[in-house]
């Protein structure tokens, strides 16, 4: 039996089941959201994710497969490419809904964000898991913290000047993975307090007049003071989840809302048509299959970010564990945040849901760190079993 077709039975075969179940979920729920549109790009779009899932497999499968150690000095190269697409955005960008965010490449549009924060799970994973090895000078707390917070900190900023729901997913990235990274608490509670205390000066200094809006409507109607949302405006969106979410009740409206006269749904109506498929698509299925519904989409990401968890423990080393927490605190904030704006108990920031929403580069993004993920899983005993070998001897069958 070759090393490699060990490594493809080795794999966690509940993850990669658990995935296609979310998967092909998603390509129904983008389906509802896009079939009856009038415009024939988008009532197509579900055909368009199958083709990127389909994309996405190989890099899957070539990050299981292959051990995770290479991003020791291939972190450095994906992260310098990550600035370098970033970069890019301000001489070759596309705006897209008031955001310059996208790149035209063949036709198609790439997001930059979304390689830039892959990238930078690994190479903090590489800063917090084996620099201090590496140099013992690293091994101060604090100098891991200012190392880790510059290479973080400049993709973070370019990222949120102009998509702030992307740059956001720096922060509880950056945290989770200084509480796997041996930072003493002390360190991160004084950052949180230093971020939290900024915050304000942000908000008033930083934000745009569009955004400060944003915020202020959630807290408006999460107070029930709807007389100072605007509802023709910034409360338009956040208004029409709520009664789509409202109106879907237990069961929903049905596939493609069969339920109601003349297929009446909200998301046909009042969601921006182009963000029905990903920003907003949990409000689509709240809608479309009412509370059961959402609760199997949530529970389908809650039973996947366990069995990462899970991995987590079982990795050999602090490197694959931290891969691991990188990928769970991004998959969870995109998950949260996706599902809190339709529920509108957060700001309407877009951020698509993992294997749900409609993306490209997104879904190649993050199959690839899945198969992180599995990698670490693959090869948790590697270094056991050279240990083993090494004090009895090579095995008669180390050839076959």
């Known amino acids: 039996m070759t090393p490699l077709f060990k490594k493809l039975l080795g794999m966690n075969w509940f993850i990669v089941l658990n995935i296609i179940g979310i998967a092909v979920f998603g390509v129904y729920a983008i389906y509802n959201a896009s079939a009856l549109s009038d415009q024939t790009d988008l009532?197509?779009?579900?055909?368009?994710?199958?083709?990127?899932?389909?994309?996405?497999?190989?890099?899957?499968?070539?990050?299981?497969?292959?051990?995770?150690?290479?991003?020791?000095?291939?972190?450095?190269?994906?992260?310098?490419?990550g600035i370098g697409g970033l970069i890019s955005l301000f001489f070759f960008g596309t705006e897209i809904n008031g955001n310059r965010a996208w790149i035209r490449i063949a036709g198609q549009?790439?997001?930059?964000?979304?390689f830039a924060i892959m990238s930078g799970i690994l190479i903090l994973a590489v800063i917090f898991g084996e620099l201090p090895r590496l140099m013992p000078v690293f091994r101060r707390p604090w100098l891991r913290i200012i190392a880790a917070g510059m290479?973080?900190?400049?993709?973070?900023?370019?990222?949120?000047?102009?998509?702030?729901?992307?740059?956001?997913?720096?922060?509880?990235?950056?945290?989770?993975?200084?509480?796997?990274?041996?930072?003493?608490?002390?360190?991160?509670?004084?950052?949180v307090l230093c971020v939290v205390s900024v915050v304000p000066l942000v908000y008033v200094f930083a934000l745009k007049p569009y955004q400060q809006a944003r915020i202020n409507t959630t807290l408006y109607m999460l107070t029930n003071q709807m007389d100072k949302v605007n509802l023709q405006?910034?409360?338009?969106?956040?208004?029409?989840?709520?009664?789509?979410?409202?109106?879907?009740?237990?069961?929903?409206?049905?596939?493609?809302?069969?339920?109601?006269?003349?297929?009446?749904?909200?998301?046909?109506?009042?969601?921006?048509?182009?963000?029905?498929?990903n920003d907003f698509i949990f409000g689509v299925i709240s809608e479309e299959f009412g509370f059961r519904g959402s609760v199997l989409v949530?529970?389908?990401?809650?039973?996947?970010?366990?069995?990462?968890?899970?991995?987590?423990?079982?990795?050999?080393?602090?490197?694959?564990?931290?891969?691991?927490?990188?990928?769970?605190?991004?998959f969870f904030v995109h998950t949260f945040q996706n599902a809190g704006m339709s529920l509108v108990m957060l700001p309407v920031i877009g951020l698509p849901m993992p294997f749900i929403s409609y993306g490209g580069t997104f879904v190649i993004v993050t199959l690839f760190l899945m198969g992180m993920v599995q990698s670490v899983w693959v090869h948790r005993n590697i270094s056991a079993v050279k240990k083993k070998r090494s004090v009895n001897g090579p095995r008669e069958d180390d050839d076959d």
């Open 43 to 81: 009532a197509t779009k579900w055909r368009d994710q199958i083709r990127w899932l389909m994309l996405g497999l190989p890099f899957y499968f070539a990050a299981s497969l292959i051990d995770y150690k290479w991003i020791r000095w291939a972190c450095v190269p994906m992260y310098l490419a």
């Open 298 to 330: 949530l529970s389908g990401m809650l039973l996947l970010l366990l069995q990462c968890v899970f991995v987590a423990f079982c990795s050999r080393d602090q490197l694959g564990r931290l891969i691991v927490v990188g990928v769970v605190a991004m």
């Open 109 to 114: 549009t790439v997001q930059p964000s979304q």
């Open 151 to 191: 290479v973080a900190g400049v993709p973070a900023i370019m990222v949120i000047k102009e998509d702030l729901g992307s740059g956001l997913v720096w922060g509880p990235v950056f945290l989770s993975m200084m509480l796997v990274g041996s930072i003493p608490l002390r360190y991160m509670i004084t950052l």
């Open 233 to 277: 405006d910034e409360g338009w969106v956040p208004r029409h989840l709520q009664i789509a979410v409202a109106t879907g009740g237990l069961e929903g409206k049905g596939p493609l809302s069969s339920k109601v006269p003349d297929q009446a749904s909200i998301h046909n109506t009042f969601f921006p048509t182009n963000e029905a498929i």
